[in-house]
């Protein structure tokens, strides 16, 4: 029923300069939050990323150390 729909959210507001985006995995911002900091990094803004893991997990094929050394470096 159209009835439930939930409200559309309320825009934020814009007027800042720097944001922190916090992350579990190195994946996780593109997959979460790439269009919201493609937005802010054309408006100026510095945006800064603190990502809690190395992706060490993140190759099936490979071991951790190793998939962690690949990981960090495409950061």
Do not use: N
Not at 10 to 27: F, G, K, N, S, Y
């Amino acid at each position: 029923m159209a009835d439930d729909a939930p409200a559309p959210l309320t825009p934020l507001d814009e007027d800042w300069e720097r944001a922190l985006v916090v992350v579990a995995h190195p994946d996780d911002v593109e997959f979460g939050a790439a269009a919201a900091v493609a937005r802010w990094t054309d408006q100026g803004k510095t945006v800064v990323y603190c990502m809690v893991t190395s992706g060490e997990a993140g190759i099936d094929a490979l071991p951790p150390d190793e998939c962690r050394t690949i990981r960090e470096a495409e950061q």
